[in-house]
């Protein structure tokens, strides 16, 4: 635990470092983009909520008298695209603006008012079911509640660097729906007891203790990790009106109406999206693995004394259980070697797709060839084939999900 704590402080304090020194070469361009005030203003910073990778690197919240800026230690190069494509299809922004670094990002801060009349709420989940749709075509995933604001009636994708993904679909219960996005879950894991993280319908959210785990189909939309004595927190991906949340099983047709509509317009722009998207070889998706609950689950399990105390004799077994479970893809067991190196280090493993191919590339810079059958935008170009059935089945599983009975906070 010591060991614990002292690397969290060291890496703390070098990410801090860091940001100062980024904060202070592009002031200027902050200026020019956001107006941002003289770095001599009264003011404050905190470490926002985040994964630490590489090396404990985190968000971070800068406050300067009113004004109020995210900075991430990472780009992608996601967000510009995201809503350049939603330019393309007459679609509302998804994501704040965002000045891209290529090393790090400046973004927007989005508040999370709330709204100014109950029957705004519409908008909210109007705009979910087109963002839902987004995240359909464009294989993003990862979509929990964390990853979303709603600020009075519009909704902001803030966390979008697991988009355009390549989906092991050759599971023989594979099934590709919207489940695979996040947004929505399926409602047999929720009622099981698993968790439920989905941005759309989640009012609460639960902290993990990752006590007890359960590493069972990770590599599956069916993933079992059991959340143990949490606590329930107002969460900011829900409309709020006078203070209490606004639940969405009211707005089911909402949230169907704009699947549907934005459905048809990426449909009618399939051919202009894909090239888009290939042309824009700076983008840096990161690949979604395993889950980082599921990582903080074996972190928790290294430091606890039982291990930690004789990690030498004990960390094979441990590995073996928890990264070598059955329903992990075979193609995984390539990459425990990192992952291992990662979480001895109580960090988040994290990896790297370029669209255009089909290698895996690790937070080392480390190259996987042939990790995927084909490339993640050829398998996205497949996908916009999908058809009036497609749209059908996926209104009844929206219906579906959306009809379990949540409690609210």
């Known amino acids: ?18 940001f100062l020194k980024r904060l202070s070469s592009d002031h200027t361009l902050l ?7 003289p770095l001599n203003s009264p003011g404050k910073l905190a470490t926002a909520a985040g994964d630490r990778h590489n090396n404990g690197e985190q968000p971070v919240i800068l406050t300067l008298g009113k004004f109020k800026i995210v900075y991430k230690p990472r780009d992608s190069g996601i967000e510009n695209t995201l809503n350049n494509i939603c330019d393309i299809i007459n679609l509302r922004k998804v994501c704040p603006k965002t000045l891209s670094m290529g090393t790090h990002l400046w973004q927007r801060f989005i508040e999370n008012r709330e709204l100014a009349s ?6 909210v989940y109007r705009k979910y079911g087109n963002i839902l749709a987004l995240v359909d075509f ?63 319908t989640a009012v609460t959210s639960f902290f993990q203790s990752f006590t007890y785990p359960y590493a069972i189909n990770d590599a599956t939309e069916n993933i079992q990790v059991r959340y143990e004595r949490g606590f329930s927190r107002r969460t900011q991906n829900y409309p709020h009106y006078k203070g209490q949340p606004v639940p969405s099983r009211e707005y089911i047709p909402d949230v169907i109406e704009g699947y549907a509509d934005t459905f048809i317009k990426l449909k009618k ?22 889950t980082t609950a599921y990582y903080l689950l074996v972190i928790n399990k290294i430091i606890s004394p039982n291990i930690s105390l004789n990690i030498e004799e004990k960390l094979p077994i441990l590995i073996d259980d928890f990264l070598r479970y059955p329903g992990a893809h075979p193609k995984f067991s390539d990459l425990i070697s990192y992952e291992t190196d990662c979480l001895l280090k109580y960090d988040i493993p994290i990896f790297h797709i370029d669209v255009n191919s089909r290698s895996l590339f690790d937070g080392n810079l480390n190259e996987f060839p042939d990790f995927f059958p084909i490339t993640p935008i050829e398998q996205i170009d497949k996908y916009f084939s999908r058809n009036e059935e497609y749209l059908q089945r996926q209104q009844e599983l929206i219906s579906r999900s ?5 409690d609210a906070a």
């Open 118 to 123: 109950k029957n705004d709420a519409k908008d």
């Open 269 to 290: 722009n399939h051919s202009d999206i894909v090239e888009y998207i290939k042309i824009h070889i700076n983008i840096k998706p990161r690949y979604l693995v395993r």
């Open 1 to 18: 635990m010591d060991t614990l704590s002292l690397n969290i402080c060291a890496s703390t304090i070098s990410n801090i470092n860091n």
């Open 402 to 406: 959306m009809n379990i009975v949540y």
């Open 31 to 37: 200026i020019d983009s956001f107006n941002c005030p």
């Open 138 to 200: 464009l294989n993003i995933n990862d979509c929990h509640f964390d990853n979303f604001i709603v600020d009075a009636n519009n909704v902001w994708l803030i966390d979008p660097e697991t988009s355009f993904q390549y989906f092991f679909d050759d599971g023989e219960n594979f099934e590709r729906s919207i489940y695979q996005t996040g947004l929505l879950q399926n409602p047999d894991v929720v009622i099981n007891g698993l968790g439920h993280t989905s941005a759309l």
